[in-house]
Structure formats: structure tokens, C-alpha cells
């Protein structure tokens, strides 16, 4: 996509000015998303206003993306930053594990009516323990070792070389379903234990999930990526097909995981050639046609501004919501592109998309971002008012100010060492 442009003179990422907005952009986030912990354990969503709603209760996902969050503010020097990780520490360790049959629950195991084993849960509670560990929070290490050796023998298909998605309840059966979105954050999460753990092969795993999703799949079907697969890896492009508005499933392609996907694409290239091993070619030609059907597909494609959340395979959107995240990952992505190339076109998109989520998602009023907006911009009514995602938008304050390798904690841990 063009964006009719001349070549700034100066780019945001070298601008001290825009490191400290960056910077007090993080803080102010950091200091709403507080207000998510709970006495009795855990973090819970918040709503709109910056309160637990009434009868909350502890959400696993929630507190390991805090243990992640504020597990990289305190290796940035953040006051009171190390005992919020902490307190998600201890809930993982303790309140949030299923002491029965093993492994995390979606929330308090004591009350969870659904108990199944979601990969994509346990990969955040390792995300939040690698980084906590980094951090050196109390019980993280002791907590990561857990998790990792259930992903080692749960999830972790070596024979498929990717990630399966989920188990009934005791672990009892494998699911004939396997995850696009689990195994995009599988890589996430293989980049940072490969790094924090100094164990690099799970940059081979990150790999071969990579070649899998992407190369084989998404690429055939212009770089719309397919989400989700029958058991055996043969492809299921109707799944959910009355459900495009779906939170963790929807049908279709999802713009904003083109994004996410080529950023951390960019991130494995960096990380293969920081251990002296040579990224294969179409990692970064796969990575930045990714960006551009994001752009193609999502940017305005319905006529109002902002990015649709999701596609069909030809391209019309299929929900016309406005999320916080996917633009978070957009402007990630630029700036990791921008960094790799230097080229004015993700200059372009870098500030444009900062641009937007200054005038639309970032709530001066009340504190945060706004999350969830249908495509007039306006509040999701399906979604309600609510604010329970720290993660996005706060890693969207750091990503762009930091080298694509090492890992994201790691690489805060040495910029303030």
C-alpha cells in the first residue's frame, strides 16, 4: 500500500522527544493497570473506569500478562513495579494452579466450571514467569521450571513440530483442533525461554511453527493467515464461520495477527543471526508481505478509519470492530520493520498509526486505553466498557526503542543494567 510520502528528515525512533512520550506513556499505563490486583490473589479485568467489577475474580491469563508487564517495569526501575510481579507470581504458584491434575485453569481451579488445558493460557503464565525470572522476582524461576516441563510434555509436539491447542479435563483427550493463535504466541514465548533460559533450541521450534503457519499456509493464500486446522494439520477455513466477532477464534484472517506475526517474525531472524546461524531468506520476504496484507486487507478496508478486526479469505471485512490491540501491533511492527530497513514507508506507518491511537485509544480522561470501539470509534456494545489488557499497549511502549534481539526482557534488562 502506498502511503504518498517523501522521506522524513528525521525519524521518530532517533527522537529523544519521542522516547520521552514513549516512555511517560508506559508510566501512565503502568499506573492505571494497577488498580487489576486483587487482595485475595491474582489480577482481574478491568472496567472502564479502572475498577474490578463487582464479584471479579482472579483471570490466569490477566496475572501472567501482568507478571510480564510489570516483571519488565521493574528491570526498568519502576517503584512498586517488583511486588505487582510478585503478587502475580504467587497467584501462578499458588492460587491459580491446579493442584489436582496439573498445569492452569482460565481462573481459580476451586471455581472454574470449564477445565479444560488451553495451550495458549500456559504460554502466557510461562511468558510472565521468563520474564519475572529475568527480573529475579521471588519464585519465578521455581515457577517457569513447572510450566515449561508441562509444555515439554503437554503442548510441544515434536512430531509436528508445533503446538497443540488443548486437553479435556485431567488431560484425558487431545483435541482434534489445532491453533494458529496458540502457536503465534508459542513463538513469543520460544523466543524469550531462548534467551532468558540461554537455551537456543527453542529458536528451532519458533522455526518450524513459523514455516508451518506461515510459509506453507499463509502464503499461498495471500499472507491472509489461516487460523485454524483439523487435528492432522489439514486445513479448516470455515471454522466459526457465524462467529467472526470471536475474542481467541474467529473465522477468517485477522489483520492484526499479520502484524504480530511479522514483527516476531523479524525478531527470530535477529535472534538466529545473534547466535551466528543464518535466517532463511523467506523469513523476512514472508514477514514483510505479512505487513503489507495487513495493510491491504485491514487499514480503512470498510471505509472508516482504523483496522477491522477480521477478514474473509477475500479480503471483505467480516467484523468491522475497532481493537487497542491489533493497532498496538501494527505500530510494533512498523517500528521493527522501520528498524530493519530503515525505509520511510514503515516511518510512514509508525507515526501514522501512533497517530490514530493517540486520537482514538489513549483515555486522557479516565486513565488507559480504550479497548473495545465499534466502526463509528464509539464503545463496543457487544464488549461493553472495559480495560483488561496492560500487555499490548505497554509493550507497544517498549518495543520500538529496543534492538529486535535479545528477547524482550532480556533486552530491557541489559538497556538498564
Known sequence: ?????????????????????????????????????LDTGGFAPLDGD??????????????????????????????GAASLAEHAIRALSGLLRDEQDGGWLAGDPASMEDRTKQCYLHHFVALGAATATQAGIPGAARLLDEVVAVIETRFWSESEQAFVESYAQGW????????????????????????????????????????RLIHRHAAPRDYRILE??????????????EQPNHDFYPYGATPGHGFEWSRLMLHLEAALEARGREAPA???????ALFEAGLRDGWASDGAPGLVYTVDWQGQPSSRRRRHWTHAEAL????????????????????????????????????GWQQELDHRLAIDSAQGDVKPD?????????????PLAPALAVAVAMQDS
Open 1 to 37: 500500500m502506498a502511503d504518498n510520502t517523501h522521506s522524513p528528515a528525521r525519524r521518530w525512533l532517533d527522537a529523544e522527544t519521542h522516547h520521552h512520550w514513549l516512555t511517560r506513556e508506559g508510566l501512565r499505563l503502568l499506573e492505571f493497570h494497577r488498580q487489576a490486583r
Open 50 to 79: 479502572g475498577r474490578i467489577p463487582e464479584g471479579a475474580s482472579a483471570d490466569t491469563m490477566i496475572t501472567g500478562r501482568m507478571a510480564h508487564s510489570y516483571g519488565l517495569a521493574a528491570m526498568q526501575g519502576v517503584p
Open 172 to 211: 484425558r483427550e487431545l483435541a482434534d483442533y489445532r491453533g494458529g493463535n496458540s502457536n503465534m504466541h508459542g513463538v513469543e514465548l520460544c523466543l524469550a525461554l531462548a534467551d532468558v533460559r540461554d537455551e537456543p533450541h527453542w529458536l528451532d521450534r519458533a522455526l518450524a511453527v513459523a514455516e
Open 228 to 241: 485454524h486446522f483439523h487435528g492432522d494439520w489439514s486445513e479448516w477455513p470455515e471454522y466459526n464461520a
Open 282 to 288: 523467506w523469513l523476512f520476504v514472508d514477514a514483510a
Open 332 to 367: 510494533a511492527a512498523a517500528g521493527a520493520f522501520l528498524q530493519r530497513t530503515g525505509d520511510a514507508h514503515y516511518e510512514h506507518w509508525y507515526r501514522h498509526v501512533w497517530d490514530f491511537i493517540d486520537t482514538t485509544f489513549i483515555d486522557r480522561a479516565r486513565g
Open 390 to 402: 496492560l500487555y499490548h499497549a505497554y509493550q507497544a511502549t517498549l518495543l520500538p526503542r529496543l
